[in-house]
């Protein structure tokens, strides 16, 4: 098992480092905007448009993504078959390459007549913004083009544990975008436009990174079998990939149409403020589809076992990084950095949701944990009714608490999503693929994070404990106490504590 464990955390590292950096350069686009941009509207534009960008995403690619690595998946002493994945990823690749560029010449045809509901505003006339509007809708359809074409060379290099070059290109995009974003802003003074310009270029240039991937494996054909095979498992999870798509970004057009473009702009910049746990779900994932089928193929039974412990050590560091962002981020977004706050004033009233979406964040790695068994058995069928469960929840729970709440609601509503979603794929993939998940060690950690969690909220939110150093002391022995408690109620296994032992001895060394 450590070996296993071994390899997931290897890649795990690579995908996560540069996934880290990569999360981080576009962290700081965030207060970037917020400082930079006029208002909260403006950045309001941006959030409402790339939440209609990151719907057609998943409906560009067909679900193809997901059937190629179904189907070209191999097992650790499988031999590599190139004709047969040549033929799964030409053919897959070709049929993206028609759909987008229909769905690309339409969206630049109806720019015009989408902009004005894709904008809408019940606070604010956004009349003189629609020259403006119709061609940073139309630079966004070039970037689903790009981001379509590239979906299918990256799954191949994850598929093929290529994990540096998929980090170096990532990154390359990332860094550019980053660089565009302050020349044409800063420079050019082209606002929110800047945005999509400087997207649509490091799009166009990932795309180009990637043409020895699609070079090496394309081929001028569509093949029917193949096709046959992958194109049904794909659409099947379009519908699921919606579902999960809209859990993630539907609160967005809500707000929109209750509260206007400046409420989606502050709500955007404090949720995204959750990018620490958002990282370290992302990189999870990215490592663990591959990971598990890998697995399965090799050593079932051994592969089970690996599952539960995986499960419970991803809840051991989300649950550590929930309490100390909850207790530690509002101290770095309203300090003063060089003059400037991460969050301007008028971002750091939505500071309440942070706690909210970092939990959010726990409940779909979860999920994604979950997810291993339906895609084994290969039942992923019951993923549209999951994810689109999720979607009403997320829709309704918006609705109701919005007019009340304001982006709290919002905030509420992606937590009561993604819980619903987390129980609702593990009662299917434990029919299914069942593992022995170590819920007993689950619930004690639960209930040692929850509890000191709520202390600090009972304290501070009571006036208990007033003044921002008490406060700060207050949440240092908290967070010393929350951990120092795993070790007392006896959530470590003796193994594990010699393990981490002689981690640290081999640290001390190294100094």
Known sequence: MRKELAALSKETLIYGTSTVIGRFLNFL?????????????????????????????????????????????????????????????????NLIVLVTAFLTLTLQLLAPMLAHPLFF????????????????IRYSSVILLFDSLTALPFADLRLEHQAKRFASIKLTSIII??????????????????????????????????????????????????????????????????????????????????????????????????????????????????????????????????????????????????????????????????????????????????????????????????????????????LPLITGIGAIVNIIVNILLIPSLGIMGAALATLAAYAVMAYAIYLPAKKAYPVPYEWKRISLLACDIGVIFALERLLVLTDLVTGSIPILILRVTLSIIAITSLFILGFFSEQEILFLKNGLGRMRGAK
């Open 29 to 93: 686009l965030v207060p970037f905007y917020v400082n930079v941009l006029h208002s909260t509207s403006e950045y309001g534009i941006s959030s409402v448009l790339y939440t209609w960008i990151a719907f057609l995403n998943v409906i560009y690619p067909l679900g193809l993504e997901g059937a190629y690595f179904r189907y070209a998946a191999r097992g650790e002493s499988e031999l590599k078959d190139n004709k047969h994945e040549g033929i799964l990823f030409s053919g897959s690749f």
């Open 121 to 136: 505003d019940p606070k604010l006339d956004i009349t003189p913004m629609l020259p403006m509007l119709i061609r940073i």
């Open 177 to 382: 975008t980053l660089i565009l974003n302050f020349v044409l802003i800063l420079g050019f003074h082209s606002g929110v436009e800047g945005i999509f310009i400087a997207n649509l270029i490091a799009s166009a240039v990932q795309f180009l990174l990637l043409l020895p991937t699609i070079i090496a494996k394309w081929q001028p054909v569509l093949n029917r079998a193949s096709l046959t095979k992958m194109l049904p498992f794909g659409l099947t999870n379009v519908p699921a990939y919606l579902g999960a798509m809209m859990v993630q970004v539907i609160d967005r057009p809500i707000v929109q149409l209750y509260l206007g473009l400046g409420a989606v702009g502050i709500y955007q910049a404090n949720y995204r403020m959750g990018f620490i746990m958002m990282v370290f779900v992302s990189l999870f994932e990215y490592a663990w589809r591959p990971f598990f089928m890998r697995q399965h193929k090799t050593d079932d039974v051994k592969a089970r076992l690996l599952f539960a412990r995986i499960l419970t050590y991803f809840l051991l560091i989300a649950g550590v990084a929930f309490l100390l962002l909850s207790f530690f981020l509002p101290y770095i977004l309203s300090t003063p950095i060089f003059g400037r706050q991460l969050l301007r004033n008028d971002y750091l009233s939505g500071m309440n949701i942070i706690p909210v979406i970092l939990f959010a964040y726990i409940f779909q790695g979860m999920y994604t944990n979950f997810i291993a068994g339906i895609y084994i058995k290969e039942r992923n069928k019951v």
